[in-house]
Each structure stands twice: as C-alpha cells, then as structure tokens.
C-alpha cells in the first residue's frame, strides 16, 4: 500500500512539474504583448496564478518523498543518528501530520463551497470558474498528509530495526 501512495504522489508531483512550461509561456506571452505590443491582456493574471497554484500544490508531497523541503540542516545533522530520527518521528506526528490533516479538510469546505456556489474569478472578465482551482487545495494538502503518513511508517521501521 505504502509503494502505491508513493507512485501516486510521484506521479502526480512529476505531472505538476510540467506546469512551469505553460506558466512560463503564459508569463513570456504577457510580457511580449505588454511591452512590445502594448497591449496587456487581463486574463494572464488569473491563468498564471491558477498553474502556479497546481503546480505548487501538487509537487508538495512528492517534495517530501524527495527530502526537499526546508529544514534546518545544520541543528538537525548535528544530532545523533537515533536522535534525529526521533526528532523527525516527533515532528511528523505532532505538526506535519495534524496540520496537513486540518488544511485538507478545511480545503474540502472551501472546495466545496466554490462547486456549490459556482464561484467564479471576478478579478478580470474572463470569469472562470474558481472551483476547480480551489479544489487543488484539499488535493495538494492530502498528497502530503498521505505521505507525511509513510514516512513516519518508514522512519517507526527504521527506529523499531535499529536502522539509524
């Protein structure tokens, strides 16, 4: 089940990692058509914080699988062996675990909401709707609960072996 979760959240990472290609065209095309053109469109705003969201969003989980994420380095490799991974045990069932638990489900509301009240972006005249980018909310945020969850399973193994 573990290997499963893992090639989700992978896959779903390295699909979002492929969003910089349209967001960097989406911002390239604005900056042509501002400053060459002049003519600046209103709709580039609203596209290229929605990919930058998905892509932000659906790469956190897989950040984690990686050990990308911040982290002070220099405190943590500094400590015994066995003692980091306690440490790391500790964080994982006390902050990152019931937060990202916490955000999912109040991303659900949120996303919810929007599909109930069929939102939509009232920033420009494009008016798309808002539900389907509020609905990467819960998405992101449960890809890193669900493998926030695996590696502490993995980190109990490794302390329960005496793998440090």
Known sequence: MMAFVERIVRM?????????IPLNLVVLYEVF??????????WVYDT?????????????GWTLQEGRHVRI???????????RLVWEIFFYVVMLIPIMAILSWK???????????GERLSTTTWGFPSAPVKT??????S???VQGIVELIKNL???KQGRV
């Open 73 to 83: 380095d220099i405190i943590l490799n500094a400590l015994p062996g066995r003692v």
């Open 48 to 60: 290229a914080w929605m990919l930058f969201s998905a892509l932000f969003l659906l790469g956190g």
């Open 107 to 117: 991303g659900v509301e949120y996303a919810s909401y929007a599909w109930r009240m």
């Open 33 to 42: 058509i501002r400053y060459v053109l002049n003519r600046p469109t209103d």
């Open 143 to 145: 890809l890193v609960l």
């Open 136 to 141: 990467m909310i819960p998405l992101g945020f």
């Open 12 to 20: 779903l990472g390295k699909g979002g990692a492929w969003l910089v």
């Open 157 to 159: 193994r490794k302390l």
